[in-house]
């Protein structure tokens, strides 16, 4: 038979792969033997060859076993999920050494090969690696973000909450008389509650990052768009998704034998369908001479001016500076890493913050003594005679109000293992060795349950944080001198929208304990401790949908909110926005 005969030459092609593949795998077993035997690692939980101990861990809720071994095995264990070495750290003093004071060798991201090399091409921001394009990304963000910029943001975020108040009114009870059910991807059906909070906190990120407003809650055309990039994002980073996320050697296959790569680039393109045609708006608006408010239409402006007015392609353009390359922030994003790092922004601030205002709800619905106490500080200190809403001004006078937001965020951070760090250098922690390339997790669980820090940490008890008389510090973070909990992460990659968060926390909840009652049929309220029936998997374990009723506290409540409403239609009009529509 010839050698051109395609059945003889398939058979071969398959035959090699089958040999390499097989080569390949025995390599990669013997190294890690050979390594293991001479190194005085971290101790953890032995594992199989080649798996480690993938099979042992539900990798949609690593957090419930992660927490069983950092019992057992104290501040730092090590577990290998196939290739992948894992350092998990589970005391605040354990992550705060290595992610914050090691911070030069604890910053990098340890990305998922397929969902950010492909389906992300390397440009979204919470995975860049710790690199000049990261610093470029960082610094542009700061401007918005940081803390006093943010501040800058909570004129939309009070117009925005008003929005959500009266939405809440409207909903009244629909969601506990109609039959709403999640979608298989955690889909919410847009008449729930859960919509409602959504689009606030969807609206004011895309505010800050567009100037745009998401101005309904049905048939919104980004809305529902974001919560599918999101979600599907959520997915293909799953560890454990794709085998080439583990084992590199998979990445040299052709593309008709890694039928994911061309998955992923499909999904690629789905998602430049979305953050590509964002940025183009914006282009288009900037283009012909409208000023839009937002950081991506000022970030175009100042790339204009500085002579980069149109940049396609990925990454950074360098410009050059007087700072070394390991620490210049110096140069300009370019298109596709620009629409990628606003759409990073939408990822990270939109189901992160609903699923701490829908938390804070469960957990005062558990708790109605700790409700009463904090309806109480707000009825004192915004009586309704005075017909407004609470406000940040208000702020000193809510200790116990901020105290319950904290303790909300410490009970059940939304990124319950927080985003993994990866080392960038070799190490040794307390005579263990941390070798280069292991992906670093800060238990935020583990460290959240941790007894010796938070006595009794399953009970919601925001009296840890309280002090009668006294304003409540948010005590968040970054540094570590300053860190009551630690749901926004650690060192240079803490949370950039953390300030903005806590302002979005505190006008929502503020403003839904002072105005509305709410209540749950006691046979539907999820327990906060069934993992499986209460959260959904995965990397922000959110709360799944329940019902709620609300109703406004008195008439007159009602009528601040309604007037409050009203005049914020008269707002956007001013501000060139979209007024709502209902
Ligand atoms: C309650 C709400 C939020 C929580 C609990 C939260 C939590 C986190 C956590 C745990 C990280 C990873 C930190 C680390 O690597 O150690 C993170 C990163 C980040 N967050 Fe948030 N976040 C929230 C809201 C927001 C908002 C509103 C924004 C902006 C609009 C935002 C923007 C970011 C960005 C840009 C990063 C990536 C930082 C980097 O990789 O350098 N987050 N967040």
């Known amino acids: 038979m010839a050698l051109s005969d395609p059945l003889v030459a398939r ?3 398959a035959l090699d792969s089958a040999l390499v593949l097989g080569t390949l795998l025995l390599t990669v077993l013997l190294y890690t033997f050979a390594r293991e035997r001479n190194t005085s690692y971290p101790p953890g939980p032995p594992g199989i060859p080649l798996l480690g101990n993938l099979l042992q861990v539900d990798v949609l809720r690593p957090h419930l076993q992660f927490l069983e071994w950092a019992r057992q095995y104290g501040p730092i264990f090590r577990v290998r999920m196939g290739p992948t070495h ?15 004071n090691r911070g030069a060798i604890y910053s990098g991201r340890a990305a998922p090969h397929v969902a950010m090399g492909i389906v992300s091409d390397g440009q979204r921001m919470v995975f860049l690696g710790y690199t000049h394009a990261w610093r470029v990304v960082r610094r542009a963000l700061q401007g918005t973000l940081g803390p006093a910029p943010s501040r800058q943001l909570r004129k939309m975020q009070e117009f925005e909450s008003r929005v959500l108040m009266h939405d809440l009114l409207l909903h009244g009870d629909r969601s506990v008389v109609e039959t709403h059910v999640q979608g298989p991807n955690g889909e919410i059906p847009e008449e729930h509650w859960f919509g409602i909070v959504r689009r606030y906190t969807t609206g004011v990120v895309l505010n800050m990052a567009y100037g745009r407003r998401v101005n309904k809650l049905f048939g919104h055309p980004y809305l529902h768009r974001i919560y599918d990039v999101m979600g599907n994002f959520t997915k293909v980073s799953q560890p454990g998704n ?11 296959l052709p593309d008709r034998l890694a039928p994911w790569r061309v998955e992923a680039r499909k999904m690629h393109l789905w998602e430049m369908d ?26 175009l402006r100042a790339r204009a001016d500085a002579g980069f007015e149109d940049l396609p392609g990925r990454g950074v353009v360098v410009v050059s500076s007087s700072a070394p390359a390991d620490t210049s922030t110096a140069g300009w994003m370019r298109d596709k890493l620009l629409a990628y790092t606003a759409g990073s922004m939408l990822e990270a601030g939109s189901d992160t913050t609903a699923a701490t205002i829908e938390t804070f709800v469960l957990f005062m619905l558990h708790n109605p003594a700790v409700l009463a106490r904090a309806r109480a500080e707000l009825d004192a200190a915004v009586p309704v005679a005075q017909g407004r809403m609470p406000n940040w001004e208000d702020e000193e006078s809510l200790p116990l109000v901020v105290a319950c937001i904290k303790e909300t965020l410490r009970r059940r951070p939304p990124t ?3 985003v993994p760090h990866c080392a960038d250098a070799d190490d040794v922690y307390e005579g263990h060795f941390i070798p280069k390339g292991s992906t670093v997790i800060g238990n935020i669980w583990a460290i959240h349950m941790d007894p010796a820090r938070y006595p009794d940490p399953l009970a919601f008890r925001p009296e840890r944080w309280y002090t009668p008389g006294k304003p409540t510090r948010w005590a968040s973070g970054p540094t570590s001198q300053d860190r009551d909990h630690y ?3 650690w060192g240079r990659r803490f949370c950039q929208g953390s300030y903005m968060a806590e302002a979005s926390l505190f006008v929502v909840l503020t403003r839904v304990l002072w105005g509305l009652d709410f209540a ?3 046979d539907r309220l999820p327990d906060p401790d069934d993992e499986t029936r209460t959260w959904s998997e995965g990397f922000i374990a959110v ?22 409403y009203e005049d914020v239609q008269r707002e956007w009009q001013v501000l060139g926005l979209a007024v709502d529509e209902r």
């Open 11 to 13: 058979s071969i092609t």
């Open 86 to 100: 894992l350092v998990v750290l589970n005391t605040a003093h354990a992550a705060d050494e290595l992610l914050v």
């Open 242 to 252: 794709y085998m080439a996320d583990g084992f590199s050697f998979l990445r040299w």
């Open 274 to 299: 979305l953050w590509g045609r964002l940025l183009d708006e914006c282009r288009a608006t900037f283009k012909s001479g409208i000023a839009l408010a937002g950081f991506v239409p000022s970030y």
């Open 416 to 418: 319950i293992m927080g």
């Open 487 to 489: 749901a926004f992460g």
């Open 520 to 522: 749950c049929p006691p």
């Open 543 to 564: 709360p799944k949908i329940f019902p709620v009723a609300f109703r406004p506290r008195s008439d007159a409540h009602a009528e601040v909110v309604r007037r409050a």
